[in-house]
């Protein structure tokens, strides 16, 4: 029973992103791309914080979780607004902001999926894994989703640098709470934390503006 837990917990991380982004393209005619190029930038960006995280201080482990709580939430907040601002300018809607990160929680879910895969055969895995996995998968789309569309709001808004703040604090906090506090402590963390993300991104949701086109813009200028 444990091992086909893992196998159903493994799976769940696995393509849950997946039908996820599914029913939402379905709902919303949202772009596909963004989560793809989510997905391949999350690489190089983990790679290279795991590479600093290397080289962090192992004696104190609250400094060390306060480090590495920091380190990610500039990072992947960072890489966001990059790619956001730069890279998928012209996928600026609402709709496409929460593909992105689907893609973008995608990532994290495919390397916990590997982990639930290897505790198979070895009658070590906790006997909620799957339960877990399924709360998680959509915890981490919520969280992820939802301060992606802070900072897509800030850039729309220009509020870019309050809101990337306000997004890195967040992810900080709620990393720093998954290593710092036992289980049960931080699942209630994790949960507050994405309850105020979802409110807040509710919030950006409705006072952005829909960009208008060029075409539009044009038309607007010879109008007035």
Same mark, same amino acid.
């Given at each position: ?24 393209? %379905?709902?919303?005619?949202? $772009? ?24 962090? =201080?192992? +004696? +104190? ?15 992947? /907040?960072?890489? %966001? ?14 709709? =496409? ?10 990532? /994290? ?16 895995? =906790? ?12 915890? +981490?789309?919520? +969280?992820?989703?939802? %301060?992606?569309?802070?900072? *897509? ?5 220009? $509020? ?5 703040? *306000? ?38 949701? $409705? ?5 208008? %086109? ?6 607007? $200028?010879?109008? *007035?």
């Amino acid at each position: 029973m444990d091992d086909l837990n893992c196998i159903l917990a493994g799976l769940t991380r696995l393509l849950g992103p997946l039908v996820m982004l599914i029913l939402w393209h %379905k709902r919303s005619h949202a $772009k596909l791309l963004p989560a793809p190029v989510a997905l391949a930038a999350c690489l190089p960006v983990f790679m290279l914080g795991n590479a600093i995280r290397s080289g962090f =201080d192992y +004696s +104190s482990p609250l400094f060390y979780c306060i480090q590495q709580g920091l380190l990610f939430g500039i990072l992947e /907040e960072g890489l %966001k607004y990059l790619m956001l601002r730069f890279a998928l300018s012209d996928y600026d809607t609402r709709e =496409d902001a929460v593909t992105y990160g689907i893609g973008h929680g995608a990532y /994290e879910e495919i390397g916990m999926a590997v982990n639930c895969f290897a505790l198979v055969g070895k009658g070590t895995a =906790d006997t909620a894994i799957f339960v877990m996995a399924v709360l998680s998968v959509i915890e +981490s789309a919520l +969280s992820v989703s939802a %301060k992606t569309l802070m900072i *897509l709001y800030g850039i729309r808004e220009g $509020k870019a640098g309050r809101m990337l703040l *306000l997004a890195i604090i967040l992810h900080a906090v709620g990393n720093m709470s998954m290593h710092i506090f036992v289980d049960f402590v931080s699942i209630i963390i994790v949960l507050i934390l994405t309850s105020a993300e979802v409110f807040i991104a509710c919030r950006c949701w $409705k006072a952005m503006r829909i960009p208008l %086109k060029s075409d539009d813009r044009n038309e607007t $200028k010879h109008q *007035l």
